[in-house]
């Protein structure tokens, strides 16, 4: 009811429903026709089959925060790095099928890995490659690992409140708002924000979740695409992790802090970074990992003779 009034989105996301289940047109003609915000993340939930309508056919959407961390958290990992003094620093990363682990630049770049390690996982993952954006301002990377959560897809079970099984997911479904796109009608919808914050008298770093509000979507002169400005209060650690819309998408990447000279790191204003440059660095180094690929492809234009199969 944000995002154009409710009756508006009940509307479209039947639509998109009807379009999906009778296979008429393809993507693209659906990406055209619903290009606001909330229908998109709605035609993505539909399509992976994240969210608890499509996971368990009730009427419960979109998924409540809690039930969001439930299903997400254990795709999110801490990423170690060593700086030239020898210090070491936490960042976080998340997964995004196939072994691909989506973080910020900064978290990784001229810093040697030290370990990445998930959520719930007990092994520790090893780092084959890591490509960036050829935009040197653009805060991303991309890790090639060895993570999989396939043992816990198949072998656990978590059961709710109400006796039935809880939905699980191996990764975390990629948004498709481009650029062009994004006007002001994500502002003040909530986001879940995960990460690995460092906290004072912790005995080992713990994952931190915020419910975040949209304070605003800016462009900046320092570096290219839109950011969100986040409510939640901005800490080192967070760096990497994902922004997931209460819609049931990747709404971005965390970047940084947004602060004046000589202001500490938590009075700045938290920001991630949008979509669009992620699914163009995926795209540019033919990485289209699992059920995310399709989205991939759909919006850049990608077939399936410029993927190579994921290692």
Same mark, same amino acid.
């Given at each position: 009811?944000?995002?154009?009034?409710?009756?508006?989105?009940?509307?479209?996301?039947?639509?998109?429903?009807?379009?999906?289940?009778?296979?008429?047109?393809?993507?693209?003609?659906?990406?055209?026709?619903?290009?606001?915000?909330?229908?998109?993340?709605?035609?993505?939930?539909?399509?992976?089959?994240?969210?608890?309508?499509?996971?368990?056919?009730t009427?419960?959407?979109?998924?409540?925060?809690?039930?969001?961390?439930?299903?997400?958290?254990?795709?999110?990992?801490?990423?170690?790095?060593?700086?030239?003094?020898?210090?070491?620093?936490?960042?976080?990363?998340?997964?995004?099928?196939?072994?691909?682990?989506?973080?910020?630049?900064?978290?990784?770049e001229?810093?040697?890995?030290?370990?990445?390690?998930?959520?719930?996982?007990?092994?520790?993952?090893?780092?084959?490659?890591?490509?960036?954006?050829?935009?040197?301002?653009?805060?991303l990377a991309?890790?090639?690992?060895?993570?999989?959560?396939?043992?816990?897809?198949?072998?656990?079970?978590?059961?709710?409140?109400?006796?039935?099984?809880?939905?699980?997911?191996?990764?975390?479904? @990629? &948004?498709?708002?481009?650029?062009?796109? $994004? /006007?002001? *009608?994500? =502002? %003040?919808?909530?986001?879940?924000?995960?990460?690995?914050?460092?906290?004072?008298?912790?005995?080992?770093?713990?994952?931190?979740?915020?419910?975040?509000?949209?304070?605003?979507?800016?462009?900046?002169?320092?570096?290219?695409?839109?950011?969100?400005?986040?409510?939640?209060?901005?800490?080192?650690?967070?760096?990497?992790?994902?922004?997931?819309?209460?819609?049931?998408?990747? @709404? &971005?990447?965390?970047?940084?802090?947004? $602060? /004046?000279? *000589?202001? =500490? %790191?938590?009075?700045?204003?938290?920001?991630a970074?949008?979509?669009?440059?992620?699914?163009?660095?995926?795209h540019?180094?033919?990485?289209?990992?699992?059920?995310?690929?399709?989205?991939?492809?759909?919006?850049?234009?990608?077939?399936?003779?410029?993927?190579?199969?994921?290692?």
């Amino acid at each position: 009811d944000r995002i154009g009034g409710a009756e508006n989105a009940a509307r479209e996301i039947g639509e998109i429903r009807a379009a999906l289940a009778q296979e008429e047109g393809g993507w693209s003609e659906l990406f055209s026709a619903y290009r606001r915000p909330l229908a998109i993340g709605a035609l993505l939930a539909v399509a992976e089959g994240n969210l608890m309508t499509e996971r368990e056919g009730t009427e419960s959407w979109p998924p409540t925060m809690p039930e969001m961390f439930q299903l997400y958290k254990q795709c999110v990992v801490r990423i170690t790095t060593k700086n030239e003094h020898g210090d070491l620093a936490n960042g976080s990363g998340f997964h995004i099928g196939d072994g691909y682990i989506v973080t910020a630049r900064h978290v990784v770049e001229n810093r040697p890995i030290v370990e990445i390690v998930g959520e719930g996982y007990p092994t520790e993952v090893t780092c084959r490659g890591i490509v960036y954006p050829k935009d040197p301002r653009i805060d991303l990377a991309v890790l090639q690992t060895d993570f999989s959560l396939e043992r816990f897809i198949k072998l656990t079970t978590t059961m709710r409140d109400d006796g039935r099984e809880a939905p699980k997911t191996d990764h975390i479904p @990629l &948004g498709g708002h481009l650029d062009d796109w $994004l /006007g002001d *009608e994500l =502002v %003040l919808s909530k986001a879940l924000v995960m990460g690995f914050p460092p906290v004072p008298t912790s005995i080992a770093p713990f994952l931190v979740a915020c419910e975040a509000e949209v304070n605003a979507i800016i462009d900046r002169y320092i570096a290219p695409h839109p950011h969100f400005i986040l409510s939640h209060l901005a800490r080192g650690g967070f760096s990497g992790g994902p922004v997931i819309s209460e819609y049931g998408f990747l @709404l &971005g990447v965390t970047t940084e802090s947004l $602060l /004046g000279a *000589e202001h =500490v %790191l938590e009075t700045g204003f938290a920001a991630a970074i949008s979509i669009e440059p992620l699914l163009v660095l995926l795209h540019d180094n033919r990485i289209y990992p699992g059920e995310n690929g399709r989205i991939i492809r759909e919006l850049l234009s990608a077939t399936d003779d410029d993927a190579e199969p994921a290692k």
